[in-house]
Protein backbone atom coordinates (compact mmCIF):
# COMPACT_ATOMS: atom_id res chain seq x y z
CA UNK A 1 0.00 0.00 0.00
CA UNK A 2 1.19 3.40 -0.75
CA UNK A 3 1.94 6.01 1.87
CA UNK A 4 -0.76 9.00 1.81
CA UNK A 5 1.64 11.86 2.42
CA UNK A 6 4.46 12.38 -0.45
CA UNK A 7 8.61 11.61 0.88
CA UNK A 8 11.41 13.94 0.20
CA UNK A 9 13.62 11.93 -1.18
CA UNK A 10 16.29 15.06 -1.50
CA UNK A 11 16.13 17.78 0.68
CA UNK A 12 19.01 20.57 0.43
CA UNK A 13 17.97 24.02 2.13
CA UNK A 14 20.03 27.30 3.00
CA UNK A 15 18.69 30.39 4.59
CA UNK A 16 16.45 32.11 1.96
CA UNK A 17 17.48 28.88 -1.18
CA UNK A 18 15.82 25.14 -1.22
CA UNK A 19 16.03 22.24 -3.38
CA UNK A 20 13.65 19.54 -3.13
CA UNK A 21 13.21 16.30 -4.86
CA UNK A 22 9.47 15.19 -3.75
CA UNK A 23 8.06 11.56 -4.17
CA UNK A 24 4.57 11.38 -4.48
CA UNK A 25 3.62 7.89 -6.35
CA UNK A 26 5.05 5.28 -8.22
CA UNK A 27 3.90 3.59 -11.49
CA UNK A 28 5.45 1.04 -14.30
CA UNK A 29 7.91 2.05 -15.92
CA UNK A 30 7.26 2.96 -19.65
CA UNK A 31 9.20 0.17 -22.01
CA UNK A 32 10.69 -1.44 -19.08
CA UNK A 33 8.30 -4.47 -18.39
CA UNK A 34 7.91 -5.20 -14.84
CA UNK A 35 10.14 -2.63 -13.57
CA UNK A 36 8.57 0.19 -11.46
CA UNK A 37 9.17 3.93 -11.35
CA UNK A 38 8.71 6.96 -8.72
CA UNK A 39 7.25 10.33 -10.01
CA UNK A 40 7.55 13.05 -8.02
CA UNK A 41 8.67 16.79 -8.82
CA UNK A 42 11.92 18.68 -8.23
CA UNK A 43 10.85 22.23 -6.45
CA UNK A 44 13.23 24.96 -6.48
CA UNK A 45 12.50 27.98 -4.36
CA UNK A 46 14.85 31.45 -3.71
CA UNK A 47 14.17 34.81 -3.05
CA UNK A 48 14.63 35.27 -7.38
CA UNK A 49 13.19 32.44 -8.51
CA UNK A 50 10.57 29.67 -7.56
CA UNK A 51 9.69 26.75 -9.77
CA UNK A 52 8.73 23.09 -9.87
CA UNK A 53 9.44 20.31 -12.67
CA UNK A 54 7.33 17.16 -12.92
CA UNK A 55 10.11 13.95 -13.08
CA UNK A 56 10.20 10.35 -12.75
CA UNK A 57 13.08 8.58 -10.67
CA UNK A 58 14.07 4.94 -11.64
CA UNK A 59 15.68 2.42 -9.77
CA UNK A 60 18.74 3.16 -10.82
CA UNK A 61 18.15 6.76 -10.36
CA UNK A 62 18.16 5.63 -6.80
CA UNK A 63 21.56 3.50 -7.15
CA UNK A 64 23.18 6.73 -8.26
CA UNK A 65 21.59 9.03 -5.75
CA UNK A 66 23.56 6.93 -3.11
CA UNK A 67 26.59 6.96 -4.83
CA UNK A 68 26.29 10.86 -4.66
CA UNK A 69 26.17 10.95 -1.77
CA UNK A 70 28.75 8.73 -1.25
CA UNK A 71 31.48 11.06 -3.24
CA UNK A 72 29.79 14.45 -1.41
CA UNK A 73 30.56 12.52 2.09
CA UNK A 74 33.90 12.24 0.65
CA UNK A 75 34.41 16.05 0.05
CA UNK A 76 33.82 15.91 -3.44
CA UNK A 77 30.84 17.44 -6.23
CA UNK A 78 28.86 15.17 -7.82
CA UNK A 79 26.47 14.80 -10.47
CA UNK A 80 23.23 13.11 -10.16
CA UNK A 81 21.68 11.95 -13.05
CA UNK A 82 24.44 13.06 -15.61
CA UNK A 83 23.64 13.42 -19.21
CA UNK A 84 20.63 11.19 -18.70
CA UNK A 85 16.89 11.30 -19.86
CA UNK A 86 15.54 13.38 -16.69
CA UNK A 87 16.71 16.52 -15.16
CA UNK A 88 20.31 16.44 -13.18
CA UNK A 89 21.36 17.49 -10.28
CA UNK A 90 25.32 19.43 -9.94
CA UNK A 91 26.03 19.53 -6.35
CA UNK A 92 29.50 21.52 -6.13
CA UNK A 93 30.80 21.99 -1.65
CA UNK A 94 32.69 25.81 -1.31
CA UNK A 95 36.27 24.74 0.21
CA UNK A 96 34.85 25.78 3.49
CA UNK A 97 32.40 22.48 2.99
CA UNK A 98 29.81 24.71 4.80
CA UNK A 99 27.81 25.62 1.44
CA UNK A 100 27.02 23.72 -1.77
CA UNK A 101 26.16 24.91 -4.83
CA UNK A 102 23.32 23.00 -6.35
CA UNK A 103 22.37 23.38 -10.16
CA UNK A 104 19.04 21.68 -11.62
CA UNK A 105 19.40 21.17 -15.15
CA UNK A 106 16.91 20.40 -16.83
CA UNK A 107 18.14 19.76 -20.63
CA UNK A 108 15.64 17.92 -22.40
CA UNK A 109 12.35 19.62 -21.66
CA UNK A 110 12.48 23.55 -20.41
CA UNK A 111 16.05 24.01 -21.22
CA UNK A 112 16.30 25.44 -18.23
CA UNK A 113 19.33 25.76 -15.34
CA UNK A 114 19.12 26.99 -12.22
CA UNK A 115 21.26 26.97 -8.95
CA UNK A 116 20.68 27.43 -5.49
CA UNK A 117 23.32 28.09 -2.32
CA UNK A 118 22.96 25.83 0.29
CA UNK A 119 24.00 24.92 3.96
CA UNK A 120 25.17 21.40 4.65
CA UNK A 121 25.75 20.41 7.83
CA UNK A 122 27.66 17.07 9.22
CA UNK A 123 23.26 16.50 9.90
CA UNK A 124 22.53 16.83 6.25
CA UNK A 125 24.64 13.42 5.44
CA UNK A 126 22.99 11.67 8.33
CA UNK A 127 19.55 12.85 7.41
CA UNK A 128 20.32 12.48 3.61
CA UNK A 129 20.74 8.82 3.90
CA UNK A 130 18.12 8.37 5.82
CA UNK A 131 15.68 10.05 3.47
CA UNK A 132 16.78 7.34 0.51
CA UNK A 133 16.32 4.29 2.87
CA UNK A 134 12.68 5.53 4.05
CA UNK A 135 11.57 6.48 0.36
CA UNK A 136 13.08 2.99 -0.61
CA UNK A 137 10.63 1.30 2.26
CA UNK A 138 7.33 3.46 1.97
CA UNK A 139 7.63 3.60 -2.34
CA UNK A 140 10.22 0.23 -3.06
CA UNK A 141 10.86 -0.15 -6.30
CA UNK A 142 12.60 -3.47 -7.77
CA UNK A 143 16.66 -3.12 -8.51
CA UNK A 144 17.20 -0.15 -6.35
CA UNK A 145 20.28 -0.85 -4.24
CA UNK A 146 18.91 -1.04 -0.75
CA UNK A 147 20.80 0.77 2.34
Known amino acids: MAPAEPIDLIRLE?????VVVRIT???????????????????????FVRGTLATSVSPEDLTEWRETLDA?????????????????????????????????ADHAMSLTT??????LTDEWFDEAYDRLDATLRAWPVEGALQG
Open 25 to 47: GKRPAPGRPGIDELVGEILVDTA
Open 72 to 104: LDGGDDSTWREGGRAPELLVELDPDGERAHVTV
Open 114 to 119: VTATVT
Open 14 to 18: GEDNS
